[in-house]
Structures are given as C-alpha cells and as structure tokens.
DNA sequence: GTAAGTGCAAAACCTTTGCACGTCG
DNA sequence: CGACGTGCAAAGGTTTTGCACTTAC
C-alpha cells in the first residue's frame, strides 16, 4: 500500500494558510473546501471534477472561486497543473514529489502516467543557456497508443 | 542566406495533391491556397495568420476552410502542429526537416525557438515500451525568459 | 451528374471577468 | 467598517459544425 487514503495533514493545510496570508488574503470556507478537494484529488482530475469535489465539501463552492484558487494552489505548490494538448487541463495533488517528470500520454483512453524524468532539469538548463535565457518550466510529454489490454487504465477501446 | 525565398516547389505541391487525391478528396482553388499559404509561411504561425496569408492568394478563401484544411497539411507533413499552450496552437512548414525537435518558449516575447532534440526519438520508445504502448509522438518544451535584451526575436520588454 | 467542398454564421467549449452582495479580520 | 471574496451570468476567443449553395472530376 503505497499511499495510505488521505488524512486531514494539517501540515500541508497551514503551509497554505501560510501562503496565502502572506499575500494578505484569506482562508476562507470556500477557498479552503477547494484546497482540501485539490490535494486529496487522486491521479489526473480537470477543473470541473475539482469543483465537484470542492462542492462535496461546501456546496456554496462555485466554478468561479474554483478557477480563481487554482492559480494560488499551483503557486504554493499544492498541485500541478498539466496541459496535455486537450481541450482541458489537468491538475495533479503535489505530493512533495519532484518537479522533473514527463507524462505518458494514452491516446485510446483518456490515462496519464507520470514519469520521472530528472535529466530535463539539466537539458532546459543547457537549451536556455545556448540562447541567453534563464529556465523556467521544461515539459515532455509522450503520447503512445496502447497495445491491447495493455493500458494501464484502458477505458474504452478504438472505435 | 540560408533560405532561399520561397519558390512554387511545384514537387511538394504534387505530394499534397497526391495526398488528397489518395484519399478521394478534391484539389481545390482555396484548398490549394491554404497549402501554398503553409509551406511558404516563415517561422511559427497561427491560423489566422494562415487565413491571411491564403487570402492574398485567393481572396474567397474561409476561416472555415483554412480550419478544415489543416488536418490534411498536418497529415501529409506540409506543416507541423504546435501546442505551446497558449490559446492559440502555433503551425510550422515542414521543411522536411527532422521529426525530434524541442521549443524553446520565451516567456517575455512571443518567440518560439526550434531545437533538435534526436534522443526524444530513443526516449519515447523506451518510455512507451516499459509500459506496453507504441509511441505516436514525442514533445519537449522549455519555457524560458530573457536575460536582458538577449531573446533572439525579443519585441516587448516585460511590463 | 454527384459527391465533395465552400462560406456564412451560429454553436461549442473551457475559462475569465464584471458586478452587486457577503464576510473575514 | 473596509478590503477581499463570492456567486451568478455574461463575455471571451479559438475552433467546430449545420446548412444551402458551388464546383471539381
């Protein structure tokens, strides 16, 4: 049993209190419901199935204050926010993991392997150098088509 | 001067049309506008960049047509799609050039810059492989910002 | 002639934003 | 009290789609 099944960490809930105070703002019901749903949020899960399990919590919890928390729980590192080239994003609970990890992109279902990949901390360095620039964020995705049965999540199979 | 400036290349015009018409579909006056449109354009487009650059050619030309003809550029490699994630995804002629290649994505100006990056090729294999999947396509950004005045296409200073 | 292609405009879609009302400190 | 935060609904912006008319072959 690699993860036990989330507690309330009251850890990782007062860094967050922490940073938002910082900023002087607040920890409000709503703000602290979506924080809750983000990082108990299992695998890849997009902005509406947040706000469905923000709203599992506190029912006053709207899309709107959903989108407007995202950006602060990715800036406080609490999940992970990953654009995969669907028309959604996708966010994934931080786990104090590393940041360096490409994702294995299934294109017959819908699942996201994430994969560890820590040379791209040395290759975006290198790349950015070459041409005068500092690094910010590297990416690498794959996208791969399963062999039959073989996806680890396989959902639906090709039409 | 490394690029010559664009000729008719009336042998990639063949290729598309040959394409098209392995698949049943029609060469027509606006679908051959868009197609010299793309593999004339210079650098990183979008598709109303596209959509102007066919209208000079042929005025009747459609947003919507530029639209439906994409697949087929992307599909006969006349152009390479680019999702950046911004809102708009980017389009590259195709100069017959290697398939593995990183972008460079300046964060400061809206540059873009290509990289080869060959052992993407021998990485998504082996990341696919390892988890019984075919490899369909490999992708490898790093987001990067100015130091001072050093981006190569640099056109707005960070406000 | 007929199936494929086109332009137009409306639809779709996720995400953002304006506004008047709450509410945290 | 006075910002900051919220819900609602409408706006935003790219890409897609339905439909009736054209056109390539």
Redesign the pocket.
């Known amino acids: 049993m690699p993860k036990p099944p989330s507690q309330p960490s009251p850890e990782q809930s007062g860094a967050f209190k922490a940073f938002?105070?910082e900023?002087?703002?607040?920890?409000?019901?709503?703000?602290m419901a979506?924080f809750e749903a983000a990082r108990s949020g299992q695998g890849h899960y997009?902005?509406?199935d947040l706000l469905k399990r923000a709203r599992a919590i506190?029912r006053?919890?709207?899309?709107?204050?959903?989108?407007?928390?995202?950006?602060l729980l990715v800036g406080s590192n609490v999940i992970r926010e990953m654009?995969v080239g669907r028309?959604?994003?996708y966010y994934l609970a931080e786990a104090g993991s590393a940041t360096f990890r490409a994702q294995l992109i299934c294109e017959d279902c819908d699942c996201i392997v994430e994969v560890d990949a820590p040379f791209m901390e040395w290759y975006g360095k290198a790349v950015a150098a070459k041409h005068g620039m500092r690094p910010i964020a590297q990416k690498l995705q794959v996208t791969a088509a399963c062999l039959n049965e073989r996806c680890p999540k396989r959902r639906a199979p090709r039409p």
């Open positions: 938002i105070a900023k002087g703002l607040r920890a409000t019901r709503q703000r979506v997009t902005a509406e506190d006053t919890v709207s899309r709107a204050t959903v989108y407007r928390a995202i950006p654009d028309d959604q994003k």
